[in-house]
């Protein structure tokens, strides 16, 4: 009974081989293989799959740039105000000798920075990130 299934379990691992071995270039392209270039995938023999952004032909986008424009518009100037009212904290709070008030007004100017840093960094860092893909 052992030797019959031992057998059996070959037949199928053979049967199974085979048949990778039989599958023809597009079934195999969709299975994950990139295409020649190495840059898109191709999802059939003879479709490739690329993404082109079309920032004129999308509805409404004029509005929503604005809408982003406008929205780090107002985070900078949050930013600019936490970081001036973070250095007055500061200066008074190491003025009248109330180090908790001067570390805290420390950290808050940091963070304005690294928020100012982030802000101005974002659209170079996600540009890079798209086109570090393609």
Aim: charged share 5%.
């Amino acid at each position: 009974m052992r030797r019959l299934l031992t057998s059996t379990r070959a037949r199928i691992t053979l049967a199974t081989t085979s048949l990778l071995l039989t599958l023809p270039t597009p079934a195999l392209a969709a299975a994950g293989a990139t295409g020649s270039t190495g840059t898109s995938a191709t999802a059939s023999g003879s479709f490739p799959f690329t993404v082109t952004p079309n920032l004129s032909g999308a509805p409404g986008q004029t509005g929503i740039q604005n809408g982003i424009n406008v929205l780090a518009s107002y985070v900078l100037d949050a930013v600019v105000a936490g970081f001036l009212i973070s250095l007055a904290m500061w200066a008074i709070g190491r003025q009248i000798g109330n180090d908790y008030t001067a570390s805290g007004a420390k950290s808050g100017a940091i963070i304005c920075i690294a928020v100012a840093f982030l802000l101005g960094s974002s659209t170079a860092f996600l540009g890079w990130s798209y086109h570090l893909g393609g």
